[in-house]
């Protein structure tokens, strides 16, 4: 069972647009949710991350939005750039055995085009 | 933060045959974890290495298919065994909690 649902799969942007990536989540012990970004050959990266007694958190372009009720949040890139480009997982976790356990989305493929 | 190597970065292998990922981290870490990735899919989690314990496996993994090794706190192993087509994928190694720190992957084809 998916407990990150991940939107859209793909995204193509116009240099200097938005890019806005949505995931939703059924666990409401969840207390933590990173974002990654992963280019080819790379392993993912920490982007950005909120916790769920925060609405919204900006990091230079980057900026997620967190509701709480609906249990979504999204990731808004400000003035795509190319270099941009990735795959962008959006994740949650939670504590599992005396760990964090992450579960991550399915993954949006952003393209950004000059 | 933690930095991670990985070896091999890729390697290409016969149906039959096992392979061996080796990780390791700049420093040492209590908990290490093994994730898959197949081509254009999401990351699922293998299973968990505590350095000292034997290692915890997610539902649809297993030891015998995948056993993995943690000698000490900085190292770790994942051997993939008697591979398939269907292993082909990348693997990865990190470290962290709520936020996780990767290695750069290992991308494993099966023939």
């Known amino acids: 069972q998916q407990q990150v649902k991940q939107s859209p799969q793909s995204l193509i942007v116009q240099k200097g647009g938005i890019s806005i990536i949505n995931c939703a989540y059924e666990?409401?012990?969840?207390?933590?949710f990173p974002w990654y970004q992963q280019f080819p050959g790379k392993g993912p990266a920490l982007l950005i991350a909120i916790r769920p007694d925060v609405s919204e958190k900006k990091e230079g372009r980057f900026t997620i939005s967190f509701n709480k009720s609906a249990k979504q949040f999204s990731l808004h890139i400000m003035d795509s750039q190319p270099g941009d480009s990735a795959t962008y997982f959006c994740a949650a976790s939670s504590n599992s055995g005396g760990y964090q356990k992450v579960t991550f989305g399915t993954g949006t493929k952003l393209q950004v085009i000059p | 933060s933690a930095v991670i190597s990985q070896k091999p970065s890729r390697d290409i292998c016969q149906r039959g045959t096992s392979l061996t990922i080796q990780c390791q981290v700049d420093?040492?870490?209590?908990?290490m974890f093994w994730y898959r990735q197949q081509p254009g899919q999401s990351l699922t989690l293998i299973a968990t290495?505590?350095?000292?314990?034997?290692?915890?496996?997610e539902s649809g993994f297993v030891i015998d298919k995948f056993p993995i090794s943690r000698p000490n706190l900085t190292f770790s192993t994942l051997t993939v065994s008697n591979m398939s087509p269907e292993d082909s994928s990348i693997y990865l190694c990190?470290?962290?909690?709520?936020?996780?720190?990767f290695g750069p992957g290992t991308r494993l084809t099966v023939l």
């Open positions: 990190s470290v962290g909690g709520g936020t996780q720190y």
């Open positions: 666990n409401t012990a969840f207390d933590y």
């Open positions: 420093s040492q870490v209590t908990m």
């Open positions: 290495a505590n350095q000292g314990s034997e290692a915890t496996y």
